[in-house]
């Protein structure tokens, strides 16, 4: 158990409706990140958050996904009208900030229909 | 352009077969490279930090090292709960702060 929590753990979806999905880090970590994971793939970077600020982006990050942590705890991700192309692992990972090491989630897996 | 490089994809091996796993970097500016497990369908699961060329850790039955151009998991005499995807990541000045992974070596330890 990384202590990092991560809802659903599961979701299945129909193209074009919208999904948020939860990261609940570990508490006293400063820095929270999402990844995106396909079969096969190693995690592709989306965005990171140093408290409640969101200081990185993926080029690669579609303007239809949207995270934010208010109050730097907890995060949410939003995919808005989603694609069968957005069917993937979700991964959630947090890091104290000059510890490096970052841990995961169990991650959240979506599949779009 | 690839930045981590991860060789092999797969690797069979028999029970206390010891081998190597390979993660080569092109980043300047390495702040960190990080090794992962990831079992099926579970996130990756923290192994080791290395910082400089000629770093070592160690756990277990694995040991990773580090050059400035790549670094290696060893695995001595695996037993078949090593089976797994093994993750390499590197931070790096020219990565910002984002973990920037290779595609893994799926590791398959036979009885």
């Known amino acids: 158990d990384t202590g990092v929590s991560q809802n659903p753990r599961h979701k299945i979806t129909k193209r074009g409706q919208n999904v948020t999905f939860r990261c609940d880090p570990i508490?006293?970590?400063?820095?929270l990140y999402w990844y995106r994971q396909t079969l096969g793939q190693g995690p592709e970077f989306l965005t990171y958050f140093q408290n409640e600020a969101q200081l990185e982006k993926s080029r690669l990050l579609s303007d239809r996904f949207s995270a934010e942590r208010p109050k730097g705890s907890f995060s949410t991700l939003e995919i808005q009208r989603t694609e069968q192309g957005d069917s993937a692992m979700y991964l959630c990972?947090?890091?104290?900030?000059?510890?490096?090491?970052?841990?995961f989630g169990q991650g959240t897996r979506l599949t779009v229909v | 352009e690839d930045q981590v490089t991860q060789s092999p994809e797969a690797l069979r091996l028999q029970e206390g077969e010891s081998s190597s796993l390979n993660c080569s970097y092109t980043?300047?500016?390495?702040?960190?490279l990080f090794w992962y497990r990831q079992d099926p369908g579970k996130g990756p699961e923290f192994l080791f930090t290395l910082y400089s060329a000629g770093e070592e850790k160690e756990k277990e039955r694995l040991k990773a090292t580090l050059t400035k151009k790549e670094s290696f998991l060893h695995i001595t005499a695996p037993k078949p709960e090593d089976s797994a995807t093994y993750l390499c990541?590197?931070?790096?000045?020219?990565?910002?702060?984002?973990?920037?992974f290779g595609t893994g070596t799926s590791l398959t330890v036979i009885p």
């Open positions: 508490s006293e970590h400063n820095r």
């Open positions: 990541a590197v931070q790096a000045a020219n990565t910002g702060n984002q973990f920037y």
């Open positions: 990972a947090s890091s104290l900030e000059g510890q490096g090491r970052a841990f």
């Open positions: 980043v300047s500016g390495l702040r960190g």
